[in-house]
């Protein structure tokens, strides 16, 4: 049986013994840890973890040092989550050939990657674990850009964001193209289970994660992950901007169970304006110049069609 | 579900392809990640067809690509247990990154190679680009020169490739088509001989003991980067030759059959010698023996390893020849050639210091005919008369229009 730990509150939780510790190299508000801390407090299980090339990797691995408590394996940029899916299958051979050491344990197996890693480079990697069918978790943490390296666009990557690779000048408004569907395209694949996280939301967060290890098959979870550095906010307003995310519905938090049933899992009481969203990083800073206004506009009106899709398809129940 | 044992006569006849997959499924796999490629693919159909019929045990999955198959691979070696997989050509291609990170994160893994040129043009036949590919990638590299070795280099790999003292992948190479579809008589081990040569699989910094958990494929940078490259690579070259003659001798006395890390034929009086890889050195072989009739000193060098380069082990073969070709199957593009370079390395501070001449051959499968050795021995034979090379350093051999040579 697992054993998923129960939560009361987030003093306890914070203070719970984890298995990432905070001796790492990761930037000062950085979201990313808050996460991985959220996912892998959810379980007392052991777990088997991969982290894909990023920022995420290159601040914890570091020789001759290690952040991790934890079995974790890193590759290469694209192939995060076949690590952890050959080890899922090296864990089912042993089992079935009486070899595990410690056969009562029920480990877990998690991925993390960043946007790049899953919605770019290592995009077939995941597909081909989720049609597979194998026993893994793969968590993308989303700050929607190249972050390690310097703040390239990604397929992640939002309309009006001016990266280093799409920069806004004096004729360009950034990033041309919508952010890639992720969740959607991962639900397509009918894996058990598929849901979109926030850190703010961390009784949300835990649940879906232990929803997801609960399920048997292939789970995929899109955690948006502010980024101090690349979105271009306050160290300290962090969590400020991850509420700013969920409750303009930019990131709207919901589930999808096996491909089909789409459950809404947060509903703010006060729905903030896409503009305050937008206004929190310097990132859109240039959006707010009169010629670019109307950028905003279509900002809220594509947040808002998304959301009312959303309510439709969860009324649906198809 | 316990798996069913193979009852297999003493001698089947079986392709290269077919050799190496009975070999693996004796070695007892515990998980074979793998993606389709001509001309390999008949490796991984085979093992399927082992596992549909219950002739195996463990897991099997068949990913996206090439480089997914090894990126399993690596995953699944980390957790502690037993790996392998099968590909040529432009999968080799598309998995060398993790090539490179498999073996620096020191993790044995068994890849059978089955040799194929690179495109472009697009071909499926057999040459040693995608071997020469991997030379540097920091693994293993064994080299068959008919199924029979096909089947047996498989049993040595995983010996030498799993040894605590090594931890390094290996491959283990054959020549497409050319020995992976060809039948021939091969002999066998039981499945308990086999199983009982490599053994139970010894786990090490396995990723499933999760008492003592571990980080695996860590960054360096300028600190620490040089000293595990540096490790490597004199593991490679100190730990990895005394393993495989030792597993080689093991091997010797389990089957008889006799496997040396530099293979010499008729070298002992040799005034002229060829080396080569692959299906190559038996033709190679054949002609020299039948050089001899006519009086023409004539002898062969086999590459048993490719990497670690047997430096001292090819010194000891040619030292005493008069002149020397190298016979590369892959197009060196604008150089003389991997074979020739590395000989020259070789036999540069010898005081005998042999006549050293390099020929391509055999790109995209074309064939080496027995009359294109005869010729070479002759000419080989001419240098010495003449006490000094009468030709191009570098000559295409069977190339069509006129003679290619350079240098």
Known sequence: ?318 | MAFDKMELRDIEVWDGNFAAAQAMRQCQIDVVAAYPITPSTPIVEGYAKFQADNYVEGEYVMVESEHAAMSACIGAAAAGGRVATATSSQGFALMVETLYQSSGMRLPIVLNVVNRALAAPLNVNGDHSDMYLGRDSGWIQLDAYCPQDAYDLNFIAFKVSEDHGVRLPCMVHQDGFMTSHTAQGVKTLTDDEGYGFVGDFKPMNDMLDFEHPVTHGVQTEEDWHFEHKARQHNDLMTKVFPKIQAAFDDFEKLSGRKYNIVESYDMDDADVAVICMGTSVETAREVATEMREKGIKAGVVGLRVIRPFPFMQIQEALKDVKAIATLDRSNPNGAPGMLFNEMAGCMYNLETRPMLCGKVYGLGGRDLTKAHLVELYTELQANVDAGKITTPLQQFIGVRGPKLSFL
């Not at chain 1, 987030?10 to 000062?28: I, Q, V, Y």
């Not at chain 1, 069918?133 to 397929?155: C, P």
């Not at chain 1, 649940?207 to 899109?222: A, L, R, S, T, Y």
């Not at chain 1, 670019?292 to 506009?297: D, E, G, Q, W």
Request: proline content about 4%; overall charge neutral; hydrophobic content about 35%.
């Open chain 1, 1 to 318: 049986m697992s054993e998923m730990k129960k939560i009361k509150n987030l003093k306890e939780f914070s203070t719970s013994a984890d298995r990432f510790e905070g001796a790492n190299l990761l930037c000062p508000g950085c979201a990313h840890s808050i996460i991985v801390r959220e996912v892998l407090n959810a379980t007392n299980d052991d777990l088997v973890l991969s982290a894909s090339t990023g920022c995420l990797e290159v601040c914890t691995a570091v020789y001759p040092y290690t952040s991790w408590d934890a079995s974790w394996i890193h590759i290469g940029f694209e192939n995060g989550s076949t690590a952890v899916a050959g080890a899922e299958s090296m864990y089912k051979a042993l089992k079935t050939k009486g070899r595990l050491k410690q056969p009562e344990r029920n480990p877990k197996f998690v991925s993390f990657a960043g946007d790049g890693a899953s919605y770019d480079i290592g995009f077939q990697w995941i597909s081909g674990c989720m049609e597979r069918g194998h026993n893994i978790m793969h968590v993308v943490l989303d700050n929607e850009v190249y972050a390690n390296t310097g703040g390239q666009r990604s397929s992640s990557t939002p309309i009006g964001g001016s990266n280093t690779t799409t920069p806004a000048g004096t004729h360009s408004y950034g990033e041309k193209q919508n952010k890639k569907d992720m969740v959607s395209i991962m639900a397509s694949h009918h894996i058990p289970y598929s849901a979109q996280v926030a850190p703010n939301k961390w009784k949300d967060m835990v649940k879906k994660i232990q929803k997801g290890f609960e399920m048997d098959g292939p789970v995929f979870i899109n955690a948006v992950s502010p980024c101090t550095t690349e979105w271009k906010f306050d160290p300290k307003d962090t969590m400020h901007l991850t509420d700013l995310s969920t409750d303009s519905l930019v990131f709207p938090l919901y589930e999808i169970i096996h491909g089909r049933e789409l459950n809404i899992t947060y509903r703010p009481k006060n729905v903030i304006p896409v503009e305050e969203y937008l206004a929190a990083q310097g990132r859109f800073k240039h959006l707010f110049k009169d010629e670019y206004k109307y950028l905003i506009k279509e900002w809220q009106d594509r947040v808002d069609d998304n959301w009312s899709y959303l309510q439709r398809r969860e009324e649906a129940k198809v």
